[in-house]
């Protein structure tokens, strides 16, 4: 019976993945897919899927850092249910994604799926702060724009903030103080209920903080994450190896976009993130490209003075 339900899953799973390799094909312009990749090196492949695949592994193993290295979690259905949940925020809304991985895993080895939730939601916490540092960085080096440097202050302010937030109300402990003072409001006199529902909810979400008191663990997950995004500053690059002045700036920029929470299905913090980074590529090269233009231009009209002259 167990066999038999193992294959089923394996079917389900296999149905499950032809449905999304149809929907990533369904609006593509073959003929300009293949015109693309006529220009494309694939030995590029050899390089950055191997480096991909290492990143996400490294995010995997680092989910299980965050859970203080919880035994009944291995390092592979990490790595798994984390690709799976990113598969699905890039179809759904709302990061439907992270919420999937936290029920699927919580049936799987009978944890509790608001712990889980809460430590998805420090994960992307820890992953918005890395790619700061990782921003900030490249604004030193290579691109100081105000507009830029207002997103990075924002994305500060948010990352940072939460971070402080869910750090005090993690070590003071006072999410059940909040609820109680709840239950005293006159207009909630008859929801007492469903307010200790809530509040016995929430201390299983804070749960997922329990690494905060464990500092090898946490910080163990922070270079972990530090790593995983450093190595997708590289595959970023390599795949934009057409345009080879894409700096790990954009790469940043993107993956403060990628880090944000989403609302909306049509276009999500993904795509925001490289129609940035490929504005600011495109801006970058017609600047250079007329630069160029008018270099030459002055060139051949003081060439002809010259020979007016003459």
């Known amino acids: ?18 449905v999304f390799i149809l929907l990533i094909f369904w609006k593509i312009d073959l003929h300009q897919l293949f015109a693309t990749f006529k220009g494309f090196d694939f030995r590029a492949f050899l390089i950055f899927v191997p480096v991909y695949l290492l990143g996400i592994y490294i995010r995997g193993a680092r989910w299980k850092y965050l859970l203080c290295n919880d035994k009944k979690l291995s390092v592979n259905e990490a790595f798994f249910s984390f690709t799976a949940g990113n598969t699905l925020n890039s179809y759904l809304p709302a990061r439907a994604g992270d919420f999937w991985r936290a029920v699927h895993v ?27 540092l990782i921003l900030y960085t490249a604004i030193l080096l290579y691109f100081k724009h105000q507009k830029v440097i207002e997103i990075a202050i924002f994305s500060a302010v948010l990352f940072f903030g939460a971070f402080i937030f869910f750090f005090v109300l993690f070590k003071t402990g006072k999410i059940t103080d909040i609820f109680e003072w709840l239950k005293k409001l006159p207009f909630l006199n008859k929801n007492h209920e469903i307010i200790d529902k809530l509040s016995g909810l929430s201390e299983l979400f804070m749960n997922g903080f329990s690494v905060l008191n464990d500092p090898k663990c946490f910080w163990g997950a922070f270079l972990m994450s530090m790593i995983a995004w450093m190595l997708e500053c590289f595959v970023s690059v390599c795949v934009h190896s057409c345009a080879r ?13 990628i880090c944000a929470p989403d609302y909306y299905n049509d276009i999500d913090n993904n795509h925001h993130g490289n129609l940035f980074c490929l504005r600011k590529h495109v801006y970058e090269r017609d600047f250079r490209g007329n630069q160029i233009r008018r270099g030459k231009l002055k060139c051949s009209t003081k060439r002809q003075k010259q020979t007016a002259c003459t």
């Open 1 to 18: 019976m167990e066999k038999k339900h193992q294959h089923q899953n394996k079917i389900l799973g296999i149905l499950v993945s032809a």
């Open 106 to 132: 919580g049936n799987k080895i009978g944890e509790s799926k608001m712990k889980l939730l809460g430590s998805i939601i420090l994960e992307r916490i820890i992953d918005g702060i890395s790619v700061l």
């Open 245 to 257: 002045n894409l700096s790990h700036f954009q790469v940043a920029g993107a993956g403060c976009c």
